[in-house]
Structure formats: structure tokens, C-alpha cells
């Protein structure tokens, strides 16, 4: 009954080599959000679909892009990356607003060599 | 911008009490969440405050102060399973989460 399922949760890319990571959900939820997370750093949200309506963070680089074909699958596309973007991606639903809670996949753990 | 501090961390021993401040400094405050992240694996939701006072849940309580900018979470009972990073995120909008850096807590027998 998983309900946040990121694939895959481990991925070793090279530098420079395109690679993206997926997420789906079975809960139905509006909003879906991507996090940057570095060892010891809090989540870093990179952006966020509120259905079909994209929302990126003023400071994520143009390197990080993200679609959403359907309410269950977002996914993340790092175009370039650079030693700097190896991280844990964590992939977040959202429900209404008075649901107040974020639900977490479990993250994809990202190694650039 | 948001400033979101907690301590980087604290250590206790099993069937000690601890408790975890965060403090907050946001454009927006719409409610503050604790969450509970085990080493490699995704946050798991733990609490929500959004009006002053104390909220408890089980071994875990937590208490916000919407005036000072301040909440804490409160660990009783403390058992192994509870080593893990506590992470203080204040809603700052509707749909956005603003995290604190989090806090290890490692439970010692």
C-alpha cells in the first residue's frame, strides 16, 4: 500500500550525462513537489505542480526541469549534472489544504562520478 | 527569506526525555510540522501546531508559541528506534514547507 514510490533509489549517472528520476503516487493528491536534500542540510524545494500548474523556485538552477503528464507521475530531469547535484531527491504529495500534511516518497539517492 | 534554526544535535539515553527547540523567522506562517527522517529514508510525518499551546501524541508532544517565533518537540520515554533527524518546517504558504537543517538525536543505552 505504498503510497509515494520514487524509482529508482539509487542512481549513479556520469558527469554530464542527462538522467531523471521518477516519481508516482497512488493517493490522488493535487500538488507534488521535488526536494533537493544534501547530507546534514534541510530539504531544498526545488518546485512544485499544483495539478497541471508548474511552480519553480526562484533559485533552482536551469539545470533541474520537471514534468507532470498526469495527476500520478512527476518526474525530475537533471540535464547536465555537475558533481554538485549529487543529493537524495525526495518527492512529496500534497492533498486540500486543510489536509495540512506533505507525504514523502522515499527518495532517490543521486551519485554523479 | 526564511530562517529556520534548530540545534544540529542532542544525545540522550534510552528512557530519558528530550526536548528539540526550533525557532522561526518566515515571510509567511501558516502552521509548523516535525518530522521524523531516519538516516537514508524520507521524512515521516510526526506533528502540526498552528494555534499556541501543547500538543500531544503518545510519547511525543509538541508546542508552538506563534508570538516568539518558537515551537519544540518533546521526546519521552526515549527508546532506540528514536535515533534519528527531527526536522522543524514551518507552512509558509498554502502548498510550501520551509525546513530547519534538523537535529540527530542519538539514544544511547
Known amino acids: 500500500d505504498a503510497m509515494v514510490i520514487q524509482n529508482p533509489r539509487y542512481q549513479v549517472t556520469q558527469f554530464g550525462k542527462p538522467v531523471t528520476l521518477s516519481c508516482s503516487q497512488t493517493l490522488n493528491h493535487n500538488v507534488m513537489y521535488w526536494y533537493q536534500q544534501k547530507s546534514s542540510q534541510a530539504p531544498k524545494l526545488l518546485f512544485h505542480?499544483?495539478?497541471?500548474?508548474?511552480?519553480n523556485e526562484a533559485d533552482t538552477p536551469d539545470n533541474f526541469q520537471s514534468r507532470r503528464p498526469n495527476t500520478s507521475f512527476c518526474f525530475l530531469d537533471i540535464r547536465s549534472p555537475g558533481l554538485g547535484d549529487a543529493a537524495m531527491y525526495l518527492c512529496?504529495?500534497?492533498?486540500?489544504?486543510?489536509?495540512?500534511?506533505?507525504?514523502f516518497g522515499p527518495g532517490t539517492r543521486l551519485t554523479v562520478t | 527569506g526564511q530562517n529556520i534554526d534548530q540545534p544540529t544535535e542532542m544525545t540522550a539515553t534510552e528512557g530519558a526525555i528530550v526536548q528539540i527547540n526550533c525557532t522561526y523567522q518566515t515571510s509567511g506562517f501558516n502552521g509548523l510540522f516535525w518530522y521524523q527522517q531516519h538516516a537514508g529514508e524520507a521524512p515521516t510525518f510526526l506533528s502540526y501546531n498552528v494555534l499556541d499551546g501543547l500538543e500531544e501524541k503518545g510519547r511525543f508532544s509538541s508546542f508552538l508559541s506563534r508570538s516568539k517565533g518558537y515551537s519544540y518537540l518533546l521526546l519521552k520515554e526515549l527508546q532506540m528506534k528514536d535515533s534519528a533527524s527531527y526536522l522543524c518546517?514551518?507552512?509558509?504558504?498554502?502548498?510550501?514547507?520551509?525546513f530547519g537543517a534538523g537535529t540527530t538525536v542519538t539514544v544511547r543505552a
Open positions: 505542480y499544483y495539478d497541471k500548474d508548474f511552480n
Open positions: 512529496a504529495t500534497a492533498g486540500r489544504v486543510s489536509d495540512h500534511e506533505q507525504y
Open positions: 518546517a514551518v507552512r509558509v504558504s498554502d502548498y510550501k514547507l520551509s
